[in-house]
């Protein structure tokens, strides 16, 4: 089945770091993936949509100079949270859809991004 | 996008057939339904989806009445291993296909 890939899987640094999360879908191309957050105990709530080749496209209320994401291949995804601070502090999750749209997305195990 | 109303949490024991019950009445004419399984500190899983009348693959079926205003999630025969979150949702076809997640309905299965 398909695979997607996230890295680094667990992330404790310091506050006003910048922190890279990267997506890759393992067996096969996609041209669209989504990054996720999701606090605990919430459900998951979408940030953006990551386009191969062009600029993410960012939901209502998420800040794109703070999560910046590069889709630079048909297999990689990146979010890098800039400058992040403790209420940064999250899981990050991504996912990628294989073939056409109305197939399910595949989801990453996600990234657990504590801020000190 | 058509909002989703699922229980917040159901229980069960093994060996039973768990049927989790989501309502959807504003769903249009494209939209279609899906559901994930989240375990903690995963990812969600896909389970099953389906546009009309009844999906079964290999861990479970979909049932959709005719007026498709809402959809039941069956598991057979639960395990402790089901033990899980696990989401409606509805998705636009065509375009992203973005899938806006609800609350969940939290399945604890017991001994």
């Known amino acids: 089945g398909a695979v997607v890939s996230q890295h680094p899987s667990r992330v404790i640094c310091k506050s006003g770091t910048s922190v890279k999360i990267e997506c890759r879908s393992l067996d096969f191309q996609a041209t669209t993936m989504f990054w996720y957050r999701q606090f605990p105990k919430q459900s998951l709530m979408l940030m953006a949509t990551s386009n191969e080749g062009s600029k993410a496209t960012y939901e209502q209320g998420v800040e794109k100079d703070k999560f910046l994401i590069n889709h630079a291949s048909l297999t990689l995804s990146t979010l890098t949270v800039a400058s992040a601070h403790p209420e940064d502090s999250s899981f990050y999750i991504c996912?990628?859809?294989?073939?056409?749209?109305?197939?399910?997305?595949?989801f990453g195990d996600g990234t657990r991004l504590s801020i000190l | 996008l058509a909002k989703t109303t699922q229980p917040i949490s159901m229980d069960s024991y093994e060996g039973q057939e768990v049927n989790i019950t989501c309502s959807h009445n504003n769903i249009a004419t494209n939209d279609y339904i899906t559901w994930y399984q989240q375990f903690p500190s995963q990812g969600p899983r896909f389970i099953i989806q389906?546009?009309?009348t009844k999906v079964t693959n290999e861990v479970a079926s979909l049932f959709i009445p005719a007026d498709r205003k809402s959809s039941t999630l069956s598991l057979p025969r639960v395990s402790l291993s089901d033990t899980a979150v696990y989401y409606c949702?509805?998705?636009?076809?065509?375009?992203?296909?973005?899938?806006?997640f609800g609350a969940g309905t939290r399945l604890a299965v017991h001994p």
């Open positions: 996912s990628a859809r294989k073939g056409d749209s109305n197939q399910p997305q595949h």
């Open positions: 389906g546009y009309k």
């Open positions: 949702l509805v998705v636009q076809s065509g375009g992203y296909n973005k899938l806006i």
